[in-house]
């Protein structure tokens, strides 16, 4: 289980970042803007949303707020995820660590 720090996500928002994340290569951008979709849908067919997170619009499309501040802060042992830094690139991808076994 991760360790909740005042930079930890909210527990839905966690298990659906960590679902999203499975077998998938996303990087930072994608992983922010993602939970909206997940919520915008899940309001239209179950009624309401299901992250527990705060979308805020941006200059470039609506970002999950709470998850691009984790993402902007994760370190080893604060966090089930890891910011990699794409070769010749400024592009950063989301890994999952180990912790996250079990959390989706």
């Known amino acids: 289980m991760a360790i909740k720090t005042k930079h930890s996500l909210p527990r839905r928002l966690?298990?659906?970042m960590v679902r999203l994340c499975r077998g998938v290569r996303l990087?930072?951008?994608?992983?922010?803007k993602l939970p909206y979709l997940v919520d915008v849908l899940a309001t239209r067919h179950l009624g309401k949303a299901i992250t527990e997170g705060r979308h805020e619009a941006w200059d470039h499309g609506v970002v999950t707020k709470q998850a691009w501040r984790h993402l902007d802060r994760c370190e080893t042992g604060d966090s089930v995820f890891r910011l990699k830094t794409v070769r010749h690139s400024e592009e950063k991808r989301v890994e999952l660590l180990?912790?996250?076994?079990?959390l989706d």
Do not use: I
């Not at 990087?27 to 922010?32: E, G, I, L, R, S």
């Open 14 to 16: 966690e298990a659906v």
């Open 27 to 32: 990087n930072k951008t994608q992983a922010v």
């Open 98 to 102: 180990p912790a996250a076994k079990g």
